[in-house]
Every structure is written in structure tokens, then in C-alpha cells.
């Protein structure tokens, strides 16, 4: 089986203090320690225990700039195949759908059996799997938790729904699945495994590789631009019951009755 895994290289927010910067525009983003999202890589996981069962390689491609080369090789020290960056400076200020559209132009370059993201990136919004998909017409699931591969190119899939339940589908291939964080355990990552990737060739694409006019990616044909960033006003300090259950439980009790929950 063939895989793609769409990547993102994002800030590390174990390693920063993230601050806007005096804009309110942006983070302030110097000096930032990067490194893939989260996820991602769940889902670059989730790939080889895949391959390994079934056989196939992974493919891992980021949309970004040359650092960004960074997350493909370590990515290929976890035993990915391949990385592909796409990078062009006519993809700055992208959107969702701008990342989507490249993505899409990739896909059709290429021949992959299964596109896995993951479920959500930098922005949070979890919406480049389910465009990617639609552009592509293939089948798309979300919040996906397992996957098992069925006969006949057809995958069993759990998704996580409302009230930690799950659903349970079968989805035919080729298809786009965003992958939920906790669906496996992410093999580490090495220094020796990195630099025995260091020297690897890493295929770049550009705009004009992938057929994609500039005034159709990029901020120009952004249908959404990010308008401003604040810090929500800090609330009051929580309050610390202390005592035993019992007596917990009564002053809570008494504290929700003075809110007027309780009825």
C-alpha cells in the first residue's frame, strides 16, 4: 500500500514561551524551537504499523520553506520512505484551501493507495484533510482511532464521536483519513537514525513542478485571512477545597447552591 502523510513543522510548545508580537498580528516567532505537530506524527505512525503489516511505503510531504526540510528527515529516521517539500514563495499566506489545492496537485502527480493528516496543525482548525478530500473526490473520515485493512481495498475505521464513543465504518480506498492523537505510541526518533537519513535527497517542488498558477495559491486567493491575535482576559484564581471528600463534596454543594445551580 501506497501512503502519504501530510505533515506540518510548527512551534514547539513545550520548548517556547509563545508571545504575540507588538502587532497583535502574529507570534513572535524568532528564536522559536520548531518541530513536526503532534498530530502528524501520530499519523506518520499510524502509516508504517500499516506498512509494516501489509507492506507498501510511506511518503511524508510538508508545504513550507527549506527549514522545513527538517521535519522530513525525521520523519524518514522513523522509517518513512520518502519526503517530498513543497516550497515556492508564491505559497506564502495560504489558506486552508491554498494548502489543500497544493496538496492536491501533488496527489495527482503521484499514485498513493491511502492520504493520512493529522486531525489538526498550527491553526488548529482541522480543515486541509477534509478539502484535500473533496478536491481529490475521495472518501474522507475524521477523529479517526483505529484502522484495519480489509480485502477488496476497502479499510474497517473507529472514529471518535461525541460522548467517547466510537463509530465503526468501512471506507474504500483510495481515501483521506485525519488521524486522532492517542491511536498509537510514536517510535523515538534517534540521532543516530537522523544522521544516517542526513545525506538522503529530498525531491522539492515547486509552483510551476506542480501546474499551479501563482495567483491561485497564496495570500492573493486566501479566503481567509487571520485579522488580529489577543490574550484572553485573565479570570479569577480557582478555589482549592480542602478537607476530607465528604466535607468537599457539602462545600461545593453550598458554593454551587450560591451560584444558583442548584434549583
Do not use: W
Not at 480485502?151 to 486522532?180: A, F, H, M, T, W
Request: charged residues 25%; negative net charge.
Amino acid at each position: 500500500m501506497e501512503i502519504l502523510v501530510c505533515a506540518k513543522r510548527v512551534p514547539d510548545t513545550s520548548e517556547n514561551e509563545i508571545q504575540l508580537n507588538p502587532a497583535g498580528s502574529d507570534i513572535e516567532r524568532d528564536e522559536l524551537v520548531y518541530s513536526i505537530n503532534e498530530a502528524d506524527n501520530y499519523a506518520v505512525e499510524e502509516a508504517l504499523e500499516i506498512v509494516a503489516r501489509v507492506g507498501g511505503s510511506v511518503t511524508v510531504v510538508t508545504v513550507g520553506s527549506e527549514e522545513d526540510e527538517e521535519i522530513l528527515r525525521r520523519e524518514m529516521a522513523m522509517g518513512a520512505n520518502h519526503g517530498v517539500l513543497i516550497c515556492d514563495d508564491a505559497f506564502t499566506g495560504s489558506d486552508g484551501r491554498g494548502i489543500a489545492t497544493i496538496l492536491k496537485a501533488f496527489v495527482q502527480k503521484s499514485s498513493f493507495d491511502l492520504i493520512l493528516t493529522g486531525v489538526q496543525a498550527e491553526a488548529a482548525a482541522g480543515e486541509v484533510g477534509g478539502m484535500l478530500a473533496a478536491m481529490l473526490e475521495y472518501p474522507f473520515a475524521s477523529l479517526v482511532n483505529s484502522i484495519e485493512v480489509l480485502e477488496g481495498r476497502r479499510l474497517k475505521i473507529s472514529r471518535e464521536i461525541e460522548g467517547g464513543n466510537r463509530e465503526i465504518s468501512e471506507i474504500d480506498l483510495p481515501c483521506v483519513l485525519s488521524i486522532q492523537t492517542g491511536i498509537n505510541e510514536p517510535r523515538y526518533v534517534g540521532m543516530r537514525g537522523i544522521r544516517a537519513v542526513a545525506s538522503v535527497p529530498v525531491p522539492t517542488y515547486s509552483a510551476s513542478d506542480l501546474g499551479l498558477e501563482a495567483n491561485g495559491v497564496g495570500a492573493a486567493a486566501a479566503k481567509v485571512k487571520r485579522v488580529d491575535y489577543f490574550v484572553p482576559t485573565r479570570g479569577k484564581g480557582a478555589e482549592i477545597l480542602a478537607g476530607s471528600r465528604e466535607e468537599n463534596i457539602e462545600k461545593l454543594l453550598e458554593l454551587v447552591a450560591a451560584k444558583g445551580g442548584l434549583q
